[in-house]
């Protein structure tokens, strides 16, 4: 067994801390520019409508889906400097080619809908980040590092629309730089600070990051896939096969995690609008300010469940935190008798928008910049009388909505943090490229068919069936998580090199 040195320990914990920076940008990449999508979509091709507004928000995730599975199996096989690289590279190229999509003369919502598309593939770099911090930990270590990274994650997304609030101060019009025909305006500084941060990330990793390993109990071993500086080899650690019927179950239950999450974030708006006759305004500004609670109440739950887990085990974790989001879904369930307000005024003026499918795919907040036809001086507020369910559905309490939304906002950290960490456990020191790809691209469909899912249920059904059936989908993943619960455990303990 070789000891590992206070150097190794020091040097693998920056490389692991640059692996915090990396999984941060991706974030700040897909959250810096969601904001303002839509106004500069509406100025570069005055053709593009909302449907292919929710085509642009979705490409990312797309993106991301197809990369996952890619670079994972690159970082199995080669120094995973060469995914990170790439991949940061890509997204530097896009967010560049975002800048510059005013520049054609036709077809311009395409090179929009490119460049957000390969910000989610080098977004993808995630299965390699996630398979490093796996390799790079022991189990005691693993719990607290997939927290910090998940932290560093959900800050990304919380500070990217910061980050865009900051850079309005430059103005729609901003400075032309003639001579590389470059606009710095509110539309493509954000994603030129995305792509200076891009650059810094890749001069770090070469700079500081470095392949390590270390086996399930902390000592220093050479790394399965690469030959890199370390020595001291434990070939008997990776023998054993792969527990699959767990893997698959994990990528199962991270599916939903994943799935439940998006379906609250793309019902906010247009329910608080349907139920408390809120205006476009009204429901962008109040659901920021709960959408950047639940960020830190998430960031705060990181930390909490790192200490926690140590008392009760990542699998307890995980099963009171979708017992928690079930609670969460089944206390939006319309009990009362008070029915909403109608829009009845939607009868009379035909030039009122409906919502289409793609367009729900739109998180809540990138509505803010939506605007009412010129010819309106009056938007309706209320139930829409063409969604019939508004005419006998009760509403849903704003105590409901808010009670709600702190229990999804507390469940869903815990799930997401528990899923990594039980999976990475699961593999075991073999490389886990492909898999944390796998799981990564699990999560990226979710949020791609979560959307549809509820902008086809909420718009024709109601509030009532969209949220039985997610109440559903939860319980069935709980009856899952029972069945699977005892394979549910780390590689060297199923075969007997540790202790529970």
């Not at 400097?81 to 999509?101: F, G, H, K, M």
């Not at 906002?409 to 899923?419: A, K, R």
């Amino acid at each position: 067994d070789v000891v590992e040195t206070q150097e190794h320990y020091k040097s693998r914990w920056r490389s692991i801390r640059i692996m915090y920076l990396t999984m941060f940008l991706s974030s700040v990449g897909f959250s810096i520019v969601i904001m303002s999508v839509w106004p500069y979509l509406q100025k570069i091709d005055p053709t593009a409508d909302g449907s292919f507004l929710g085509w642009i928000i979705a490409s990312y995730s797309i993106g991301q889906m197809v990369a996952s599975p890619l670079f994972g199996l690159w970082s199995n096989y080669r120094p995973r400097r060469e995914p990170l690289v790439v991949s940061s590279a890509i997204s530097i190229a896009a967010n560049c080619l975002y800048a510059y999509v005013h520049i054609p003369r036709s077809h311009n919502k395409y090179y929009m809908l490119t460049a957000r598309a390969l910000v989610g593939f080098g977004a993808g770099n995630v299965a390699a980040v996630r398979s490093y911090i796996a390799g790079a930990t022991s189990l005691t270590e693993r719990t607290s590092a997939m927290a910090n990274t998940s932290a560093c994650q959900a800050i990304g997304f919380i500070l990217g629309p910061v980050f865009q609030t900051c850079f309005t101060l430059i103005g729609e019009e901003g400075i032309t730089w003639k001579l590389i025909h470059l606009q710095l305006n509110m539309y493509t500084a954000p994603v030129l600070f995305g792509a200076l941060l891009g650059v810094i990330n890749i001069i770090l990793i070469f700079a500081i990051f470095r392949e390590h390993r270390v086996d399930d109990m902390g000592r220093q071993c050479k790394s399965v896939n690469f030959e890199g500086e370390e020595s001291g080899v434990l070939d008997e650690d990776t023998e054993g096969n792969i527990d699959h019927v767990a893997v698959v179950a994990i990528n199962f239950l991270f599916f939903v995690i994943l799935f439940v999450f998006a379906v609250f974030e793309t019902i906010a708006t247009p329910l608080t609008m349907d139920m408390y006759s809120w205006t476009r305004k009204e429901a962008v500004f109040y659901n920021g300010i709960i959408l950047c609670v639940v960020g830190i109440e998430s960031v705060i739950v990181f930390m909490v469940v790192k200490m926690l887990s140590k008392r009760t085990g990542e699998r307890a974790i995980l099963h009171g935190g979708l017992l928690i989001i079930l609670v969460g879904f089944f206390i939006l369930l319309p009990w009362g008798k008070k029915l909403p307000n109608i829009q009845w005024q939607e009868i009379k003026n035909n030039s009122i928008p409906r919502t289409t499918s793609m367009e729900m795919l739109m998180p809540f907040w990138s509505w803010q910049a939506m605007q009412l036809p010129s010819n309106d001086t009056v938007e309706p507020v209320g139930c829409p009388v063409t969604q019939s369910w508004c005419l006998n559905t009760p509403m849903i309490y704003l105590a409901q909505y808010i009670s709600s939304d702190i229990l999804i906002g507390l469940g869903y950290p815990v799930c997401n943090v528990m899923s990594y960490t039980l999976y990475s456990k699961i593999l075991g020191p073999k490389p886990q490229g492909i898999y944390m790809g796998w799981l990564t691209a699990s999560g990226s469909g979710a949020r791609i068919l979560g959307p549809v899912f509820v902008s086809q249920v909420y718009t024709h059904l109601g509030p009532r069936w969209a949220f039985s059936l997610i109440c559903g989908v939860v319980v069935v993943s709980l009856l899952v998580l029972e069945i699977v619960y005892k394979r549910l455990i780390a590689f060297s303990v199923r075969y007997g090199r540790m202790q529970e």
